[in-house]
């Protein structure tokens, strides 16, 4: 059973343009959340979707950012008009039931290292 | 959410125990424990989780403190692939709790071979 894949694992961005991180979460699950982890620094909570569903957003930063998870094909983390504040890693979580769990563990992707120059 | 604290780091030797202190003072009743390891370059892993009596798995054994202010992570013989960053965290079952996990800055472990 494949894990979390997390696409790109790098990326290189300039100053100003876009960057796409592609999450396709573990086989059979619907729940989806970015983290973000800034250079020396712990995770934070970025967003929760389900399909088709922003469920919590309250992490994510007012501009610039926005999350998707359409009914087919992985979930996506857009950041627009990139500045060098945004070169973290991104990580993405899924897991199989509603994160209201609290037993329920989250499987974690290898993350996407946005470089911002 | 509850506060964890952990120490930064720790060391021990290959093939030793190792015992990963947490304190948490303020956990309420309906809070989980959980614990989180982050290995170089990688994505957090769960390791394992307890609300009330002590717990086994394959990796990992979780002793709780009869109050439940404390608990400690143990590693019943550490391998150089042991060596990570082990976080503890406080999940509720009320609302956004329980999927924010909170990563504080976690206890940095070193594998000696």
């Known amino acids: 059973n494949a894990g979390v894949m997390q696409n790109p694992r790098h990326l290189v961005r300039r100053r100003g343009q876009e960057a796409r991180l592609r999450c396709s979460p573990m086989k059979g699950h619907s729940h989806v959340y970015w983290y973000r982890q800034l250079p020396e620094e712990g995770l934070k909570f970025m967003v929760y979707l389900q399909k088709e569903n922003i469920i919590d957003e309250s992490g994510m930063p007012k501009e610039r950012f926005s999350a998707e998870f359409p009914k087919e094909g992985p979930s996506i983390l857009r950041i627009q008009q990139v500045v060098r504040g945004d070169s973290a890693a991104y990580f993405c979580a899924s897991s199989p039931n509603s994160g209201t769990n609290p037993a329920g563990e989250l499987f974690f992707g290898e993350g996407s290292r946005l470089t911002v120059l | 959410d509850a506060k964890t604290t952990q120490p930064n780091s720790m060391e021990s030797n290959e093939e030793e125990p190792v015992h990963l202190p947490c304190n948490h003072s303020?956990?309420?009743?309906?809070?989980?424990i959980h614990w989180y390891r982050q290995l170089p370059s990688q994505g957090p892993e769960y390791v394992i989780h307890g609300l009330t009596s002590n717990v086994n798995n394959r990796m990992a054994s979780l002793a709780i403190a009869e109050d439940r202010k404390s608990s400690t992570l143990i590693l019943h013989r550490a391998t150089l692939r042991d060596a990570a960053v082990y976080y503890c965290i406080l999940r509720d079952h009320s609302g956004a709790g329980s999927y924010q996990l909170t990563f504080g800055k976690g206890t940095k472990l070193s594998v000696i071979p």
């Open positions: 303020t956990i309420s009743g309906t809070d989980y």
